[in-house]
């Protein structure tokens, strides 16, 4: 219960902290009046500092402010942190890790302290700097040091996960090191105005201040700088955004990769060396480009020794089979499925129809009886098998269902069966347009053939138009549908068939389709 109000409680902190902080030390700011004979607290002129009674009871709730508060918060901070530390770094959430989402899932998990420099940074801002000196250059020196020093301290670490909240802090912190500096302009045009008197015309023209003139330089720099920082941000994200790394449909992010307790990969490549190399290497290697911080297991990659393939399988998440032709007759391939099967372990089924060696139901067959319905499921409910394709608008596909049921096997999906992926820039994703109207005849004679035409119209939002009258003169294209039922002995009247009509449209004019 504690845990669950843990991120509510963490909000609360985030918000008030800097405000009551910056209240509680406004108490110690006294202002001297007649020549250092009377004192009134800045933040409220009607306390008299000098009255110990009445002055005494402020001091007292301020402390107290301090101690809950900036002493209080950064103690929080770092203790949560350190406690979860482990886990965050090796990517293995627990129930503490997860309730301090708040405070470190937008940072790499390097930085998970982050938040915590931000905090002292802003009660050093809000409060302590007001305790040094008030009103004095030394003061406004010493925080434009510290606002400096974090500046460069971010644009080094780059501590954010997200490309564009480092572009952000990085403009903000500028935009803050900019107004401190500007202060120390005000500051020295002060003093030269309060010794205007002793100032020959010689140095007054030297070190007098046109206050309105330098304030909007200053600002129009930093607007200027905002506004590049913005558009740089912008044109970066751009470029990030073609990447094709896979990403989640609900928050248009590449999906976080945390370790269940005991893993350490997020999937096992289980193939036979024969007729799976090829395409499991293939697997391996754009999984790792899509799909960052992924750990996946592959043999020749990581086995460190044959004895330990069941050790293997236990530290993995999801188990995939690739299975081609002779993958049920070898031991060790029968050894992994037997671990996978025998531990419970999430797999998935992949095929290589081209250059798997066999067709499916011969790779089957190679099974034994009990072993088919355990990986292929009984008839009435069979598994899906992942077809893996070479052309690559199809492998793109492929890969998505591997990718889904890899995050399927982790963590925090729960009890979720099916997860929306996209990769920017892919073919569904791309709006298609046509230059000129398009017409497309599915005959009637073709089995499947108006189906598939009506799915491409669905598709393309209504821009392309089905027709199954032949004699329509605005037809572009004949779409013919390729199937089992269409070479098969012509009927009584050939004009039922498919493929005799097919011919003479091979000459008059319109594209075909297959």
């Not at 002292?120 to 250059?137: D, M, S």
């Not at 190399?277 to 020794?305: C, E, H, Y």
Request: aromatic content about 10%; hydrophobic content about 45%.
């Amino acid at each position: 219960m504690l845990l669950a109000a843990l991120p509510w409680l963490l909000l609360l902190v985030f918000v008030s902290a800097p405000m009551v902080s910056s209240a509680a030390f406004r108490a110690f700011s006294c202002e001297e009046f007649d020549n250092g004979r009377s004192y009134y607290l800045r933040a409220d002129y009607a306390i008299d500092c000098s009255d110990m009674g009445s002055y005494k009871r402020v001091q007292l709730i301020a402390w107290l402010g301090i101690l809950l508060y900036p002493v209080g918060t950064s103690v929080l901070y770092t203790f949560l942190i350190l406690a979860s530390r482990r886990a965050i770094l090796d990517n293995k959430p627990t129930s503490l890790s997860s309730a301090l989402g708040f405070l470190v899932r937008d940072y790499k998990p390097t930085f998970m302290w982050w938040e915590l420099l931000m905090l002292w940074r802003q009660l050093w801002l809000v409060g302590f700097a007001i305790l040094i000196r008030p009103g004095t250059v030394e003061q406004l020196v010493i925080c434009y040091l510290v606002v400096l020093s974090h500046m460069l301290l971010h644009a080094v670490a780059m501590p954010f996960k997200n490309d564009g909240d480092n572009y952000v802090g990085q403009a903000c912190n500028f935009a803050l090191t900019g107004f401190f500096f500007f202060l120390l302009v005000i500051k020295f045009d002060v003093l030269t105005h309060s010794v205007d008197y002793a100032l020959s015309d010689q140095l007054r023209e030297k070190y007098q201040l046109n206050v309105s003139l330098v304030s909007l330089v200053m600002i129009g720099f930093i607007l200027l700088a905002l506004v590049s920082t913005t558009v740089m941000a912008a044109h970066q994200i751009l470029q990030a955004a073609r990447v094709p790394t896979i990403r989640l449909q609900r928050t248009g992010e590449p999906p976080e990769l945390p370790f269940a307790k005991g893993n350490r990969w997020h999937m096992f490549l289980s193939h036979i060396w024969a007729t799976g190399q090829d395409q499991s290497a293939t697997i391996k290697r754009m999984l790792a480009a899509m799909l960052p911080g992924v750990s996946v297991f592959l043999d020749v990659d990581n086995l460190r020794s044959i004895d330990t393939l069941e050790e293997e399988i236990s530290d993995s998440a999801v188990v995939m089979i690739l299975a081609t032709k002779g993958y049920f007759q070898s031991k060790n391939c029968l050894r992994e499925v037997n671990a996978t099967l025998e531990q419970e372990k999430r797999f998935c089924v992949g095929v290589d129809l081209v250059r798997g060696g066999a067709p499916l139901p011969d790779i089957e067959a190679e099974c034994s009886e009990k072993m088919q319905l355990d990986v292929f499921g009984p008839p009435s409910a069979r598994r899906d098998v992942i077809i893996w394709h070479r052309i690559k608008a199809f492998q793109m596909v492929s890969i998505k269902l591997i990718t889904e049921q890899l995050l399927l096997g982790g963590p925090r999906t729960g009890n979720l069966s099916k997860l929306d992926l996209f990769v920017p820039g892919e073919l569904p994703r791309q709006r298609l347009v046509f230059r000129r109207r398009i017409v497309v005849f599915a005959s009637p004679n073709n089995p499947g053939a108006l189906d598939v035409a009506n799915d491409l119209a669905l598709a393309t939002g209504g821009c392309i138009e089905v027709t199954s009258d032949e004699t329509n003169s605005m037809i572009t294209h004949f779409l013919l549908y390729l199937n089992t039922q269409v070479r098969r002995p012509a009927p009584p009247c050939l004009c039922s068939d498919p493929m005799h009509e097919t011919r003479p449209r091979l000459h008059s004019g319109p594209a075909l389709t297959l």
